[in-house]
């Protein structure tokens, strides 16, 4: 099995070209309105959502201020497939659409927290359609017995991840996330430049890290408060020690920023070591002999 990992672009108003999800959440921060607590404005400069944190509140910009007034809560409804998580999800009945130019070339692209029956892929080169392809995200990977083939129900995927598609800078990607009769939803999408790190060897741990907190009432008794989890990956990967330079500046290169990372086999993808996360060790011993072994760490975010 291969281990590839994203190095990401940043999707900012210079790459989202058009959407489907609307930005009214919420009106928008106007200098003039004199707003009540617990009030909420977005700003279409920041794509954030604000909330008022004081009565009185006019003429106090939400964007520079220092949470003396507002409160930055999270990304509008159009922006939150591009906020670095995967909980916060952008949603809209029956289908979202992006429409994305590229400034930079990517050849990959993942969903994570998906909601979805299909996702469509679709690049022009001008007005030429170069690439168009759909993925039925149905989900077979719990068929574990005759039973469950046929009273198992359907299930779908929560994440998908592709490369070898032609983005390159200039491109038009069209992206279409299909729930008919549903609410079509998505965490997070991660559009960059695909890198094979090298060979996953046997004895990868996938630690489940939970965030819940035990706490007690004021009779010793113990409650459980329920918060999400994340996953911490620890794979042996290994690579020519010719090329342990290349690999720890690719490692540099994705250091501090939310990426996605997956192994393949044949072309697939489902191995349990994808993941939406970031890099939290790398260490490469250098072998003479020819090929070396190093340990990546990754961390999932939630």
């Known amino acids: 099995m291969d281990f590839n990992i994203l190095s990401p672009m940043a999707v900012t108003d210079a790459e989202l070209m058009a959407s489907n999800i609307p930005e009214d959440d919420y009106p928008s921060w106007s200098a003039g309105e004199t707003y009540a607590q617990g009030a909420l404005v977005i700003s279409t400069a920041t794509h954030k959502i604000y909330e008022s944190m004081q009565a009185g509140n006019i003429g106090n910009d939400p964007t520079s201020d220092d949470a003396t007034w507002w409160l930055e809560l999270r990304a509008t409804n159009r922006w939150r497939a591009f906020d670095n998580g995967r909980e916060s999800k952008a949603t809209r009945a029956d289908q979202i659409t992006y429409t994305i130019v590229p400034t930079q070339d990517c050849d990959a692209i993942s969903f994570f927290g998906l909601t979805a029956g299909a996702v469509r892929i679709e690049v022009l080169d001008g007005t030429t359609v170069i690439y168009d392809e759909t993925f039925p995200m149905s989900d077979t990977s719990n068929v574990v017995s005759m039973y469950t083939w046929f009273f198992g129900g359907v299930t779908y995927a929560r994440q998908k991840v592709l490369n ?35 060979t996953v060897m046997d004895g990868v741990e996938i630690q489940h890290v939970s965030h819940s907190r035990k706490e007690y009432d004021d009779f ?16 042996p990967i290994r690579v020519p020690t010719v090329q342990g330079p290349r690999v720890m500046d690719l490692v540099a290169e994705v250091d501090g920023l939310v990426t996605a990372f997956y192994g393949t086999s044949l072309g697939e993808s489902n191995f349990g070591v994808e993941g939406l996360g970031f890099v939290d060790d790398h260490t490469q011993p250098l072998d003479a002999a020819g090929d070396s072994v190093f340990t990546l760490v990754m961390k999932t975010i939630k």
Do not use: C, Q
């Open 164 to 198: 070898g598609f032609p983005g390159y800078t200039g491109h038009e990607v069209n992206i279409t996330i299909s729930a008919p009769g549903a609410t079509a939803e998505v965490g997070h999408i991660v559009l960059g430049r695909n890198y094979l790190l090298g």
């Open 220 to 235: 010793g008794d113990e409650i459980l408060v329920k918060r999400g989890s994340t996953r911490k990956l620890t794979i």
